[in-house]
């Protein structure tokens, strides 16, 4: 497996939890697992669902702020990076 960076997170939602996410790099997709990497946070989960500006989306790409639910605590700052199997 190999990671790929997508971006960095921008804030984090504690009630809702999620993260509203800076995507820089690749395009992110429901059902692509994410690794969030940062100073106190490191774990991998899959893409649930994702949300621009209050409507659910399939897809974000390069230049595009995404909400994406998540399990765990995020910090500002922290790396995103989509997670690839290497088949």
């Known amino acids: 497996m190999s ?3 997508v971006g960095e997170v921008v804030k984090f939602f504690a ?3 999620v993260a509203a996410i800076k995507v820089t790099e690749v395009t992110l997709n429901t059902g692509d697992t994410v690794r ?3 100073h106190t946070t490191d774990f991998k989960e ?3 669902s994702m949300q621009i500006e209050n409507v659910t989306v399939e ?3 390069a230049g595009q702020l995404v909400g994406i639910k998540v399990k765990d605590r995020v910090r500002g700052g922290d790396t ?3 997670v690839v199997d290497e088949d």
Do not use: D, L, Q, R
Request: hydrophobic share 30%; net charge positive; proline share 6%.
């Open 3 to 5: 990671e790929m960076k």
């Open 15 to 17: 009630k809702p939890s």
């Open 36 to 38: 969030f990497k940062g």
């Open 46 to 48: 899959e893409i649930k």
């Open 59 to 61: 897809k974000a790409e």
């Open 80 to 82: 995103v990076y989509k």
